[in-house]
């Protein structure tokens, strides 16, 4: 499926513009009832339907739109440096809780 830029100002007109319109109607050869996707460069995208097709614009009947959800904060485990081969098990765990970095304490009971 074609995917095409659609900037945030023209969402509510759906319509293809410019190079776009050209690339779908000559280069992809574009017809009324074909499905697109358009996005706008901001994280929302939307499955189009075609409307209409000339040389210069192309129209669209926008489906439902997503919103991307925001992303995650990155996480920081700062960690006092245990005994033995236990940091094997608490990297284990916070990768899998999805920590972002660890770092590593010497403390004043550290043992090396």
Partial sequence: MARFFL???EWSSATLTGDEA???AQVL???AGDTVTVFDGEGRR???EVLHVSKH????KLQEASVPTP???AIT?????PKGKNMDL???KAVELGVARIQQKKKKNTIV
């Fill in 90 to 92: 608490i990297v284990q």
């Fill in 29 to 31: 050869r574009g017809r």
């Fill in 71 to 73: 992303p995650l904060p």
């Fill in 22 to 24: 050209k690339h779908f």
């Fill in 57 to 60: 614009e192309v129209s669209l």
């Fill in 7 to 9: 900037p945030p100002s």
């Fill in 46 to 48: 939307a499955e189009a």
């Fill in 77 to 81: 485990l700062a960690q006092a440096i």
